[in-house]
């Protein structure tokens, strides 16, 4: 087989998620948000995983992706969408019992009448989703009299704990929700790690579920196996891949793995700072990533085997991140269809 292999390891999932969950005390609920499947991992086998594992309530970005998320979790768990209610949305919200945030007077106007659970979206400064203060204010006493299950907001820059936005945030979100009995809920990841004070009644936790930054304690949930389609000599002098951007110092060993952009490791991680893993000896990354190939210096190994890893316990989606300069959302999110997916757990 010559596609890599993506092995997405449920049990360190779900103890992500236990690890995030005793953070906050034991009145306080701990969510999961599986939007974009489950940060492109599969959201119906991400939430079943950590249904069974005591999660009992889940966010989504749209109602569409709360309908395979039904369907993974059965009846119970409440499902909320963080859209709201958009558009022709009514119908799948209702045939698949999911709960929208309703982030603007006009979703309250068309929502409220239909006498259905429904949770409320506060802008608090982020200034991306949710009522203003003032939208909230005029139609406070209509909509805390139609007893929201939830009432939320979201934070611009909780992984930085020192941001003084977040203190602003959690401020006007309780100035905001004062006197209100409906359940509150401020924090993702970031939040959670913000302390106590950004708990109130339940956290949302993605990114840290799945591995990634700012929950730097988390296990490792993908590892990523490229199989080696060939090795060659490459004599000092000589250059390798597209731009005949590296060359060799000395003679030296090159392998060609079958993996690429197109699987979602985006160009920019090829700029030099990433290893290979030979089980735990690193090699090199040398040259430009493409479509579907990397090459990588593997000089120094008394013996090449038959893959060579990309992801591991050792280096995460935070480490590909930083070489390209994104996030380690970014490179979940886009890791390709091309994969053989392998589940653990
Ligand atoms: C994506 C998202 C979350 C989860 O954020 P993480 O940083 O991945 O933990 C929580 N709440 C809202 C509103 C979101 O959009």
Known sequence: MAVATLTIDLNSLVENWRALDAVSADAVETAAVVKADGYGLDAGRVAAALAKGGAKTFFVAVAEEGVAVRKAVGAEPEIYVFSGCCGEDAALLNSHDLIPLL????????????????????????????????????????????????????????????????????????????????????????????GADYHFDLNRPGVGLYGGAPFVD??????????????????????????????????????????????????????????????????????????????????????????????????TVDHLADAAGTIGYEILTSLGARYNRVYKG
Request: aromatic share 4%; proline share 6%.
């Open 103 to 194: 982030n603007s007077p006009e979703q309250v106007y068309q929502f409220l009448p239909s006498a259905k659970p429904f949770g409320i979206q506060l802008d608090s400064g982020m200034n991306r989703l949710g009522m203003e203060p003032e939208e909230f204010a005029a139609l406070k006493d209509q909509i805390t009299g139609a007893g929201p299950k939830l009432v939320m907001s979201h934070l611009a820059c909780a992984d930085e704990p020192e941001h003084p936005q977040n203190k602003a945030q959690l401020d006007c979100f309780r100035a905001m929700t004062e006197g209100l009995t409906a359940r509150k809920s401020l924090s993702a990841t970031g939040g959670t790690l913000l």
């Open 218 to 315: 988390a296990k490792a949930v993908v590892r990523l196996s490229i199989p080696v389609i060939q090795t060659r000599t490459v004599r000092e002098g000589e250059t390798v891949g597209y731009g005949a951007n590296w060359t060799a110092q000395r003679d030296s060993k090159v392998a060609t793995i079958a993996s690429g952009y197109a699987d979602g490791l985006i160009r920019g991680i090829g700029n030099g700072t990433l290893n290979l893993y030979a089980g735990d000896t690193p090699c090199p990354l040398i040259g430009r990533v493409s479509m579907d190939l990397i090459t990588v210096d593997v000089t120094d190994l008394d013996h090449v085997p038959d893959h060579l890893d990309l992801l591991n316990d050792t280096q």
